[in-house]
Each structure stands twice: as C-alpha cells, then as structure tokens.
C-alpha cells in the first residue's frame, strides 16, 4: 500500500502532495513502483495534530486525487491474498467517505476503527466495500495521554475485538475486515515493538492483517543519534521500514503501507522467494 498525503502537513513529505495534479502523479508512480493500493490520506494524524475541519473537507481533499489516480490493477477482496484494491481514502469520519467511495475508492481505511463517528460502520455495511479498522484510542490532539496500557498486545487484541463485533453488529461482512494494530498511535515506542514482536497474536484474530510502520517516529527514536539524541529524521527511515516490512511479511500479514514502495516491494519478493526455498528444503528428505 503507498501512501499519498493530500495535506500539507504531513510528516513524511511535508504536503508534497498536497495539490491533486501532484497527487495523481504521485499514486500513479506508485502504482508503477509495484503498489496494489494506493492510500489516498485527506488528514493527517500526526500526534499533537489539532481537528482539521469537517468531514466535508477530508472528502475535499481525497476525492480529486482519488478520482484522478485510477489504477489498472484488478480490485480483490480483503483477505483473498496478498495485494488488494486499487484505491482507498484514509479519514475519521463517515460523511466523508461517501463522496471518496462516489469516486472509485475500493477500500477504506478507517483510522478511528468506527469509532470517531457514528455513521461510519453503517455506511460501509451498505457499501460492502473492504474496510480497515484501526485501534485507536482518540484523537491526534491527545491520544498519546491514552498509551497507557496493563498489557499492550492482550489490551489492543481486547479492544480491537469490540470493534470487530461492532462492525460485525452492524452489518459489515466478516470478509471485508481488515484490521491495524495502529502502530504511534496512543502507543509509546516500547508497545509499538512489543505489538511488531507478536503480530502473530493479532493475526489470530482470523481478520487480514495491515502494518504501517513506514517512517513512524519509533524508528527514529530507534536510530537516533549516539552523540545528541535526536531522533534519526522521517526522511532518513526508510531503510529501517524495509526491514520492518520484511519481517512482518515473513510472518504473513496481508498489508504494508509504506512510503517507500519500490524498496519494499523488491524487499518482500526476496523475502516470498527465501520461505519458498526454505518450505522446500523442510519437505526434503535429509541426506
């Protein structure tokens, strides 16, 4: 999944992105690069980030670009493989989705995991359109006065739990959830490891699985500088996000969202290439 920030905001590219002529060619490249999903995000979720408006706005500004960026790649159904839809809109809230699913969206990245508004999971129950619920624990403005946690996996697994029955409640087919353990998000760098370390734990979920790690600002404090202490740039993370994805990718997860989508991918089929080896040599007969 690449990711294309249309606000001028953004941690990763600093709203390079941000006029749609700029969008559309950055998610068509993308998609030339290798990417099966192209994350049209219209809010920024950066901690300490203010509300940014209305739903209307977020619609405003994933739409043109969502509309402009149509893909060649066939759309498939969550939990049907690796790869996945052509386009997506990343926002909070439901009233914004319409216009972005209006527009030729296939699948919908809910940062709030239904919970930001109360119209969201009944319009992707009459959408049926493969939908990714994130945990979250409340808006960027605050959310990381909520990283407080008895156990960080059991806590996420419980709550993302109660977002599937939700989404389940309300009408959303089993096969189109997709669910995120919502890496930086109310998370101190140390949960975000713990979750990385039993991803397996958040796949027995029985949902497909998204990891984005790209460029987040556990990495950076990862690599941060021996000598100062400052964390290592988002612009000098990329190769730090390769490795998270290889890994997440050796132990199945259906989805990457990166920034960086040509390293990841070369990445991921050198990983594929390696277990198909490695399955076959487990299945030889010992000389």
Not at 25 to 35: D, I, K, N, S, W
Not at 88 to 111: E, I, K, T, Y
């Amino acid at each position: 999944m690449g990711v294309v920030n249309v606000t001028p905001d953004s941690f990763s590219d600093g709203g390079l992105s941000f006029a749609a002529d700029a969008a559309v060619a950055h998610g068509l490249a993308l998609l030339e690069q290798g990417a099966d999903i192209v994350d049209v995000g219209g809010e920024s979720t950066l901690p300490q980030t203010p509300s940014q408006g209305t739903p209307f706005r977020f619609a405003r500004r994933g739409t043109p670009a969502g509309r402009g960026g149509t893909a060649t790649r066939p759309a498939r159904r969550a939990g049907t493989g690796r790869g996945g839809c052509d386009r997506q809109c990343r926002h909070h809230a439901g009233r914004g989705r319409r216009p972005a699913l209006d527009a030729g969206a296939r699948l919908v990245n809910d940062v709030s995991g239904g919970l930001a508004d109360p119209g969201m999971l009944p319009l992707m129950a009459r959408a049926g359109t493969p939908y990714v619920l994130m945990h979250w624990r409340g808006h960027s403005a605050g959310m990381q006065a909520n990283a407080v946690y008895d156990d960080v996996v059991t806590d996420v697994l419980d709550e993302l739990r109660l977002r599937i029955d939700a989404a389940l409640e309300a009408g959303i087919p089993p096969g189109c959830l997709v669910v995120d353990p919502g890496l930086g998000f109310a998370k101190t760098p140390d949960h975000n490891w713990e979750l990385l370390g039993r991803l397996g734990d958040v796949m027995a979920l029985g949902h497909p699985v998204l990891v984005g790690a790209s460029c987040k600002s556990f990495l950076g404090s990862l690599l941060a500088d021996r000598t100062t202490g400052q964390p290592r740039p988002a612009r000098l993370r990329d190769a730090a996000t390769t490795a998270v994805s290889v890994l997440a990718a050796a132990q199945g997860v259906w989805c990457l969202r990166v920034h960086d989508v040509a390293s990841t991918a070369d990445a991921v089929r050198v990983t594929a290439r390696w277990g198909v080896e490695a399955a076959a040599s487990a299945r030889s007969p010992l000389d």
